[in-house]
């Protein structure tokens, strides 16, 4: 069984469609009960538990430093996911602005991606249908692996490499919280960014961000998960890219995850950064102001001063993709 996503760009926004093609006898396609149950197996919040490569003759092969990665991979019912890893150590930048060398190492120390999967259950594959992610190349690609579920594991492994490098990953499932509040209730879920907008204190429009695409999923098990990306980015000609093509993929980007709170009586989450692309982000504290209307969800930052000593708004707006 196997449900397609396919993700079309207009005006700078993805809009999903749903194309369903069956792989069991007969070729008849599954029904809506069926898919559902398939992507429910996956729904969830799941956190990397272990990691390894083997060779052709199956030696570990080293990846990356010391100390292993770090992330969460997340599944809605909905039919759409988001994974995000970063190493344990890293490297942080001497200054606010990063150097080039600084982004092309914070890049290969952080992946991130985000789209819709597709389940292929006769086969053992999930496919990862990317809308976005870190590396250009990444974007608008089909990642499949080979899954299995045993209890509270899912194991995924990507296919053989060309010089026969096998790569698995072991995630481990994340329980919900106990106490879930009516605003956790009304954040959880996957929400697609609608735009992202600076405005002043008698709320004109400054400035604004058009074609910007992301998700941003709040799990029931207290975990936030941003990706944001700028439209029109290009991938590297060459094999490895120039200071100027990595900080425009660095510059293009913005990646976050962590546990979240909800101050319920005043009306606010607070996104805990555990990991961030940037990695001077790690270890902060992101308050966001919460405003709800219908499908739409407004978070609003603590207002700023721009460089004229102006009060200034951040109004970043979302819409609901969980059913």
Known sequence: ????????VIGGTFVATREISAQRGGGQAPDAASIRAANNRFAGVWKLVSEETRNATGDV????????????ITYD?????????????RSTFADRQATSPEALEAMRTYNSYWGSFAVDEPHNTVTHQTFGALSPGFSGSNQVRKFTISGNRLTLQPPTA????????????????????????????????????????????????????????????????VHMMQPYRRRNVGPSPTPEETM?????????FGPYTVNESEKYV???????LNPRWVGSDFQRYIEFSGKRLVLKPPPSKDRNGKNTQLVITWERLSD
């Open 1 to 8: 069984m196997r449900v397609f996503v396919i993700a079309i």
């Open 162 to 225: 060309a010089n026969g490098d096998q790569s698995t990953l072991t995630w481990e499932r994340v329980n919900d919280l106990p106490d879930l509040t009516p605003t956790h209730r009304k954040l959880i879920g996957f929400w697609k960014l609608i735009s992202n907008e600076v405005r002043d204190s008698t709320g004109q429009l400054l400035s604004s961000n058009p074609g910007q695409t992301g998700f941003i999923v709040y799990t029931p098990s207290g975990h936030v998960m």
């Open 270 to 276: 607070v996104h805990h950064l555990a990991g961030a």
């Open 61 to 72: 092969v080293r990846r990356g430093p010391n100390g292993g990665r770090v992330g969460y």
């Open 248 to 256: 425009a993929t660095y510059r293009s980007y913005t990646s976050y």
């Open 77 to 89: 019912p909905a039919g759409y996911m988001g994974v995000v890893l970063a190493y344990s150590t």
